[in-house]
């Protein structure tokens, strides 16, 4: 079995900053690639920003120049530095992992709970 875990989520007032970190674990054979996704109240989930397992890495137009995903491979762990936050960054974020898994090598999408980010004064 595999899982992910988030953490880091909180209140921020507008213009500050947010770290949020996953970690994934359990039978993992190789991660492809790591990622965050967000779900506004009301709105369907989008791609926040993507991470492969070579480093290339994708962001939304939303987050471009504000959001910088990294990833530390022996640890199984991607992280979202959130900067110069605004209202709108308000959303439940959510990890996504796509490994393979050790058992029977199959591929999997697996994703977390989810952590809430309020950006708010």
């Known amino acids: 079995q595999v899982q992910v875990v988030e953490s880091g989520g909180g209140l921020v007032q507008p213009g500050g900053s947010l770290r949020l970190s996953c970690a994934a674990s359990g039978s993992i054979f190789s991660i492809n690639a790591m990622g965050w996704y967000r779900q506004a109240p009301g709105k369907q989930r989008e791609l926040v920003a993507t991470i492969t397992n070579s480093g290339t890495t994708k962001y939304a137009d939303s987050v471009k120049g504000r959001f910088t995903i990294s990833r530390d491979t022996a640890r199984k762990s991607v992280y979202l530095q959130m900067n110069s936050l605004k209202p709108e960054d308000t959303a439940v974020y959510f990890c996504?992992?796509?490994?393979?898994?050790?058992?029977?090598?199959?591929?999997?999408?697996?994703w977390g709970q989810g952590t809430l980010v309020t950006v708010s004064s």
């Open positions: 996504n992992a796509n490994v393979q898994e050790l058992l029977r090598f199959r591929y999997l999408e697996v």
